[in-house]
């Protein structure tokens, strides 16, 4: 298992500063972060309706071993917090999601989510400005049209770098129930935005109508068992995509079947083991997270407890399973007393498909190689963040003797919670959201 | 009643007060209800009231001298919100809480009436009859409250109301009944 080592230590934080390292607002606490494709841009969501996007310098020539840091690129309001006032309910500007669209030209494009509203932001450079009005000066003032005497051209200077982010499409209106995933499609034409009964099929270039695709709403609401939980398309299949659910089972669709993709062509669910049940095993098995391999051949789901990786191929059981916290399964009746039971866990693949992260508690999260079965715990923690250092691997003690570099399941903090991350999709960097700081790690070189 | 069931027993009934406070919270919180998040509460207080009626079959039917126990669990309930069921003051036996009882406005009242506890809940409801009143006013209802005054003065908090009886009456009602309120 290669070690992750931080060669140069980041520890970003939200343009809003926090105040100490234990004080900051809840408008600060990272939502969502996402690489783009190219792994260039890292974007994070958060609470307070911002997005921040970092940009990988360039590598310099000169100190080719220095790997190239993430700087802030740009910074800007996506969403406001808003107000229905037909059912007198406050919608919260925090930002669920973000996906970034592949790049075609020069700028930037990404689709980012609250609970109601999915926006299309253009990120775009601007080095040059027009200088050379006729009819105002370089201020900007209204000349004096009896002043001017001659007509000149405007021509195009340069000037500091300016990166600016403009919303280019608002698709709204369009989801009774709060959004919890969005998926561009292969195609780049199209991307499906996803609430708790039904998922939705949009243009890009249209806002004023979707397509409903699936809707589980039963006739009766009170005959309710289950939400969806997350939606992915495929990553090669445009006219494939899959979607989890609250009773730990995912359903992949064929768009091509019927306009209404509410017939599955695949379903996957693994057994409840009766041994294992209890009052929360419901609230257990709700999968929290959706995510096809880079490949098209497999599909990761992250419940409360465990990690599986389903092959596409086989649907009644997962390939693999991995345990992430299986100490808490003895402390699931505190957890949900203090509501960490319904935390929504992500996970993600490393580009070649061979390695899983996901997050935990106490500010760890861990990574399963899928070829040699090993795994590791990790903290992201500021006293880790010295230049240099090499993440020491992490591990609770379940009981009996606590070694000293141990610690015990009742220590683990569990307001530090790493709910989001993402990984670069050709290198070993990684990025994991603990709370209100950002942390980017990246392998060692060899 | 063996020291297992018993256990179990006031487990279930723990958690489905717990349950029910964080339903009564979640409709105050930022941005709704979370239809995810109800739906898996109703869940558990499905197992939960499933599992004390299965407990309680396998024993027969409780003996007074037992509620105060019940009572006991009722009230470690911890974190219970102030909001409660308006206007519905369901007289309860005198608590032998543990811990000290959350806090209480207008306080228990105290009276020792264990006949009311096998009540109907349309019986004990003193509110309108009307649509509404098939479900138990300690859950969210579709309708406005037409007693703000009595809403904002806050009953005695859940975890005290939800006594065996409470329980009980939670067998008449359909857990599903939850998930209406969208």
């Not at chain 1, 398309?233 to 079947?257: E, N, V, W």
């Not at chain 1, 294992?276 to 098209?296: L, Q, Y």
């Not at chain 2, 009436?113 to 809940?121: C, G, I, Q």
């Amino acid at each position: 298992m290669k070690c992750f080592s931080r060669y140069l230590p980041y520890l970003f934080r939200p343009p809003s500063t926090i105040l100490s390292s234990t004080c900051h607002t809840e408008a600060d606490i990272i939502s969502t972060v996402e690489f783009n494709s190219s792994g260039e841009l890292l974007a994070t969501g958060d609470k307070g309706g911002r997005v921040v996007v970092f940009q990988r310098e360039q590598e310099s020539k000169s100190q080719p071993q220095r790997r190239g840091e993430y700087n802030v690129y740009s910074t800007f309001q996506s969403h406001e917090p808003e107000f229905d006032y037909l059912k007198s309910l406050e919608i919260e500007e925090k930002i669920n999601k973000i996906k970034w669209l592949p790049q075609q030209n020069a700028a930037y494009f990404l689709l980012s989510t609250n609970d109601k509203t999915v926006k299309l932001w253009k990120i775009s450079e601007r080095d040059k400005r027009p200088e050379g009005y006729n009819l105002k000066d370089e201020d900007g003032r209204i000349r004096d049209p009896s002043t001017i005497t001659s007509l000149r051209v405007p021509v195009l200077q340069p000037m500091d770098l300016m990166v600016e982010a403009t919303a280019r499409r608002i698709f709204s209106n369009a989801h009774t129930y709060h959004i919890n995933s969005i998926s561009v499609n292969s195609d780049l034409q199209t991307f499906i935005s996803t609430d708790d009964l039904r998922v939705n099929l949009w243009n890009l270039e249209i806002t004023d109508r979707s397509f409903n695709i699936v809707d589980i709403k039963p006739a009766n609401m009170e005959e309710l068992t289950e939400v969806i939980t997350s939606a992915e398309f495929h990553p090669q299949q445009c006219h494939t995509f899959a979607y989890s659910s609250s009773k730990g089972s995912i359903r992949l669709c064929d768009m091509r079947q019927a306009a209404l993709c509410d017939k599955h062509c695949k379903y996957f669910e693994e057994p409840e083991d009766p041994s294992t049940r209890s009052f929360f095993s419901e609230i257990i098995s709700s999968i929290s997270d959706v995510k096809f391999s880079h490949n098209g051949r497999y599909l990761m789901t992250r419940d409360y407890l465990t990690v599986k990786v389903w092959d596409l191929q086989m649907e009644n059981k997962p390939l693999e399973t991995y345990q992430v916290h299986d100490y808490l399964r003895g402390k699931l009746c505190s957890l949900y007393e203090n509501d960490c039971i319904f935390d929504k866990f992500e996970c993600v693949w490393n580009g070649s498909d061979s390695v899983i992260m996901t997050g935990s508690y106490n500010n760890f999260f861990r990574m399963f190689d899928r070829n040699t079965k090993r795994d590791v715990t990790l903290e992201a923690s500021r006293e880790n963040s010295k230049p240099r250092a090499i993440l020491k691997p992490r591990k609770v003690c379940v009981g009996g003797k606590r070694r000293k570099d141990e610690i015990s399941v009742d220590s683990l903090d569990f307001s530090k919670k790493i709910l989001h991350t993402t990984w670069h999709p050709h290198e070993n960097i990684i990025a994991v959201a603990a709370t209100n700081n950002l942390y980017i790690f990246q392998d060692k070189v060899n | 009643m063996s020291a297992a069931i018993m256990e179990v027993n006031a487990e279930a009934r723990r958690i489905l007060a717990v349950s029910i406070s964080k339903l009564y919270a979640s409709r105050t919180q930022r941005g709704g209800l979370r239809l995810h998040r109800s739906l898996l509460l109703s869940l558990v207080m499905k197992s939960a009231r499933d599992i004390y009626h299965s407990s309680r079959e396998s024993e027969g039917p409780p003996v007074g001298g037992e509620q105060p126990s019940t009572e006991e669990a009722m009230d470690a309930c911890s974190g219970c919100p102030g909001e409660a069921n308006p206007g519905h003051r369901e007289p309860q036996p005198e608590p032998e809480s543990v811990e000290p009882a959350p806090e209480d406005p207008e306080g228990c009242d105290g009276e020792i009436t264990e006949d009311k506890e096998n009540r109907s809940p349309a019986r004990q409801s003193r509110k309108r009859r009307g649509k509404a009143s098939a479900a138990p006013d300690f859950l969210p209802s579709k309708r406005a409250r037409l007693e703000p005054g009595e809403e904002r003065y806050a009953a005695a908090p859940l975890g005290s109301c939800c006594r065996a009886g409470a329980v009980d009456s939670l067998s008449a009602l359909s857990l599903n009944r939850v998930i209406p309120a969208f």
